[in-house]
């Protein structure tokens, strides 16, 4: 779309002169550091004049706003230049030093959105409307604004377009791996991990890295694929909303048992002879008693012995437990003797 043509020509200002952007002196206080960018930034907002010098002047105004508005910053702009804010400034006798490392976030429709409080202000001048379908390219949703400004239609844009000025973006939830034994799964426990986040320093724009304790309490009967969520506890960054942490359980594999929903599964090895004739298999359990399990059922390869109560808690009702099933491995002899083989050929007739 061609320029508005009653619209003065345009400086492009030096991003190094952060006052001639604003076009104000270097004893401007926060007040008329305001009013300049307000003046500024409605001046040369692309809904008005959609040309690149327009963006570009328009990048420039935020960047200098943010310089300019932040104590710090405008203290180290003032004394260093640019190369301060960028490269840092040594620490000298009085003077802490300045670590660098700023740069502009590069979104100037953030800058305006946060100076405005997340309204646009030109709703106070445009009467804007969707475009009568067959009047525009049928392709594009083009916002048109009133009479007031003689017709004139705003920027195509599809209302996905992310500079558009909607309100504060909430990112996707960030997600951890808590691995968990089966004991601490059957016991319970209280874990303490340190997380690192992006947060925003004080001038609201830039981020740096912060590490922090937060504390789990593993519910008894808890199980993989549980979702533990910290609201708000993720990155923070200018005009968003913080995403939450979450951790999502896995459990250790165990040296003897294995899990299914709250069931507990224990294999024993026995010989054939007890296989045939009954035993007493001891168990070990998650808590560290000993269980003494009598089989006296013949056992096959097929065969599982339960035992109620005795298997994971389950979550809800705690007091409450699954089964222990107990599978078994039958050790077969390697060598009978003829003696041997004429008791078994007696004792199990074909």
Do not use: C
Request: aromatic residues 10%.
């Amino acid at each position: 779309m061609a320029a508005r043509s009653d619209l003065p020509d345009i400086p492009i200002s030096s991003p190094s002169d952060y006052y001639k952007v604003l076009g104000i002196d270097r004893s401007a206080d926060n007040a008329a550091v305001k009013r300049a960018y307000r003046k500024m930034a409605l001046k040369y907002h692309p809904e008005k004049n959609m040309t690149k010098e327009v963006m570009n002047q328009f990048m420039l105004i935020g960047e200098a706003y943010d310089v300019l508005i932040d104590a710090k910053r405008r203290a180290i702009y003032d004394q260093y230049g640019p190369n301060g804010l960028k490269n840092g400034v040594p620490a000298r006798d009085g003077f802490d030093g300045y670590p660098g490392g700023y740069q502009y976030h590069g979104s100037p429709d953030e800058t305006f959105s946060q100076f405005f409080g997340g309204k646009n202000p030109f709703t106070d001048f445009f009467a804007v409307h969707t475009a009568t379908p067959g009047l525009a390219d049928a392709s594009t949703t083009s916002p048109a604004f009133g009479s007031k400004f003689g017709g004139l239609h705003g920027m195509s844009r599809s209302p996905d377009d992310p500079n558009l000025l909607h309100g504060p973006s909430h990112d996707a939830a960030q997600e951890r791996d808590l691995v968990l034994t089966l004991e601490e799964l059957y016991l319970g426990t209280v874990k303490k991990l340190k997380v690192s986040r992006r947060v925003l320093n004080d001038d609201n724009t830039t981020t740096s890295a912060q590490e922090e304790i937060l504390t789990v309490d593993v519910q008894r009967g808890w199980r993989a694929g549980t979702r533990v969520t910290f609201p708000s506890k993720g990155n923070q960054g200018p005009n968003k909303i913080p995403s939450d942490y979450v951790f999502i359980v896995k459990e250790a594999p165990h040296a003897f048992y294995t899990r299914n929903g709250n069931d507990l599964i224990y294999t024993a090895g026995i010989s054939l002879s007890k296989a045939l004739t009954g035993s007493i298999i001891e168990i070990k359990t998650l808590d560290d008693r000993l269980l003494k399990i009598p089989v006296n059922e013949t056992v096959h390869p097929d065969y599982v012995k339960e035992v109620s109560h005795e298997g994971m808690p389950i979550s809800k009702t705690p007091d409450q437990r699954g089964r222990l099933l107990i599978k078994f491995t039958i050790t077969f002899p390697t060598y009978l003797n003829d003696q041997q083989k004429k008791l078994i050929r007696e004792a199990l007739p074909a």
